[in-house]
């Protein structure tokens, strides 16, 4: 149970399988399938509104600032790729271009580094 | 008659899906090569796909996974990366609440951005669409991509560990869920819950079993609620 990664261990993976199949499905089915016409309570939809763009960057922030993969040490290629993908992304507000500059950006700075 | 404008109408959800091509085909691909590096088999990999249908939910649970959180964190924090289907649902049942019921259920379980995004522009600029039509271009957004998904997720995970090693393929999540959130962040009440979001993160980063990430996600949802109420009480709500 602590921060280290390791492999996966089966039972969990089929628990977070089955447990994701049924909740992922209970959200999605929740409003259509059971509130009918009903209007929804509007501060619960005012709050719903931010879970995608707090919870994704709060999973990414650590990721960035203490990379796994470089035994936790703050990586400037790594780093500088981060915030070219946000730029580029919210520039262009294209997925695709922001996903490409920032894999670029990281290979061409991991090769200069190297 | 309504055949043959149901048929249309399936038809151009797809047409108009077309762009959601480039997206889906790399990510599923994406996640099927990550799970294999993670260790999952292809029969494993493949389930998750086909029963969960999340693209974002299923790399956070593969990440926590690797982090060994407790299953009950991993849970909660890939339901929460979800959560927004909640809303889509919410969103469309004025459009489609008047369906039958095993027909809303498996547009539940298609509920994605792509077929959201699409669907709710027809709805609001066509409103006078039959409950048909509706039903019928809906499903269309998906006749593409959802099979896409699921081969894309294949291929990748029978690549797998065939990939190179030195792609940095640790870093390849960050930056897609970073390309996927920057566009998002369109209004200041998106843009404060995001900082305040990663502020959390970072300071709550020591807390145990992954709640750094519950809190902080919280903590972004309640700053951008109130920035959003105060931006309305100013006027300047958009």
Redesign the interface.
């Known amino acids: 149970?602590?921060?280290?990664?390791?492999?996966?261990d089966t039972g969990?993976?089929?628990?977070?399988?089955?447990?994701?199949?049924v909740?992922?499905?209970a959200?999605?089915?929740?409003?259509?399938?059971l509130?009918?016409?009903r209007p929804?309570p509007e501060?619960l939809?005012?709050?719903?509104?931010?879970?995608?763009?707090?919870?994704?960057?709060?999973?990414?922030?650590?990721?960035?600032?203490?990379?796994?993969?470089t035994g936790g040490e703050l990586d400037l290629p790594?780093l500088t790729?981060?915030l070219v993908?946000?730029g580029?992304?919210?520039l262009t507000?294209?997925?695709?271009l922001?996903?490409i500059s920032?894999?670029g950006t990281?290979?061409i700075l991991?090769w200069l580094v190297a | 008659m309504a055949f043959s404008t149901t048929k249309s109408a399936f038809w151009r959800g797809a047409r108009d899906s077309a762009p959601f091509v480039l997206v889906a085909g790399p990510f599923g691909m994406l996640f099927g090569v990550l799970a294999a590096e993670a260790g999952l088999k292809v029969v494993e990999a493949m389930t998750f796909s086909l029963t969960v249908f999340a693209g974002s939910a299923q790399f956070t649970a593969l990440q926590l996974m690797q982090e060994n959180a407790p299953t009950i964190i991993v849970l909660i924090s890939a339901l929460a990366v979800n959560l927004r289907v909640a809303m889509y649902s919410a969103s469309l049942t004025p459009y489609l609440g008047a369906a039958p019921l095993w027909k809303r259920a498996v547009a539940a379980y298609f509920m994605v951005d792509q077929s959201y995004a699409l669907s709710i522009v027809k709805f609001e600029t066509e409103p006078d669409l039959s409950i048909d039509e509706r039903l019928a271009y809906f499903f269309g957004t998906n006749a593409i991509i959802a099979p896409l998904w699921y081969s894309a997720t294949l291929a990748g995970a029978l690549m797998g560990s065939k990939v190179p090693q030195g792609l940095a393929l640790d870093f390849v999540l960050p930056i897609t869920f970073l390309a996927l959130i920057a566009p998002m962040l369109r209004t200041p009440a998106h843009v404060v819950a995001a900082l305040v979001a990663i502020v959390t993160a970072l300071l709550a980063a020591g807390l145990p079993y992954n709640l750094g990430l519950i809190v902080a996600g919280l903590a972004g949802m309640i700053a951008g609620a109130r920035v959003e109420v105060e931006l309305r009480r100013r006027g300047a709500w958009t």
């Open positions: 149970m602590t921060g280290t990664t390791g492999s996966i969990t993976l089929w628990t977070v399988i089955v447990g994701m199949a909740f992922s499905f959200l999605r089915f929740v409003f259509i399938g509130m009918g016409d929804m501060w939809m005012r709050h719903l509104r931010y879970t995608a763009v707090a919870i994704i960057p709060a999973l990414v922030a650590p990721l960035v600032a203490w990379p796994p993969a790594r790729s981060a993908t946000i580029i992304g919210l507000r294209n997925v695709l922001a996903i920032g894999a990281l290979y991991l």
